[in-house]
């Protein structure tokens, strides 16, 4: 199974004699739900569908808390590098990256305590819940691309796709990490709906939602790039995220599941 941090600090998962931090590259898509209060009942939400990437008072809820956070994390050295309204009303993504190894966690955990002290400013709340709203509503996730040296280069979707083949070998593996309750929050967002894939399942494909990693249309078409690791929660531990991708995808791990 996945190991704990290590002592040296690159919480890779396996120990790393040199005492150097394992190179990858890292990026987080975080999405938060912010809870308003005082909402009028004239922009009680609907079916979704007109909140994502929307605008207008009636779609969008919270745009102005989201754009302080951001100046915020600018302030204070966040490497945050955009924001979007998502499908569920008052639901916002923010990305965070690109980093190396543990700088990854380490920006993304400051991103969150500034978020709730935004929005402690503002007299709302915002939720890491992975499934803040049941029914027919998208989940909050913490979507993780994931690249290195050799994948950027001509011909890394061979590299691409040697990593996505050892994360097919480990998937419960990664699925109990991915959240902070050893994959039961996952349960609830990971149905194979909403643009997620089953818990259940390993998936890959080319400009696929629904899968469990997800090359981006760009990269397949390039040849080289990036992929995307879908299966990360909202409330992941990011340290523990990225641990997981760097052992199973860097550090050669054979273990099977």
Known sequence: GLSEPTRT???????????HPVPGSFRFHDKKKIILKNVSPMFCPQHQGPYYCGVGANSAYGRDIVE???KACLYAGVKICGTNAEVMPSQWEYQVGICEGIEM???LWVSRFLLHRVCEDFGVLATLDPKPVKGNWNGSGCHTNVSTKQMREEGGLLHIEAAIEK????HQEHIRVYDLHNGQDNMRRL????ETSSIHDFSAG?????ASIRIPRQVGKDKKGY???RRPASNCDPYMVTA????TCLLESEEGE
């Open 9 to 19: 600090l690159t919480r890779v998962g396996s120990p790393n004699p040199a005492d």
């Open 68 to 70: 302080s956070h951001y």
């Open 105 to 107: 966690g380490d920006h």
């Open 167 to 170: 994360l097919s070998k480990h």
């Open 191 to 194: 149905t194979g709906m909403h």
């Open 206 to 210: 080319v400009a696929n939602r629904g």
């Open 227 to 229: 992929f995307e690791d």
């Open 244 to 247: 997981a991708i760097a052992e």
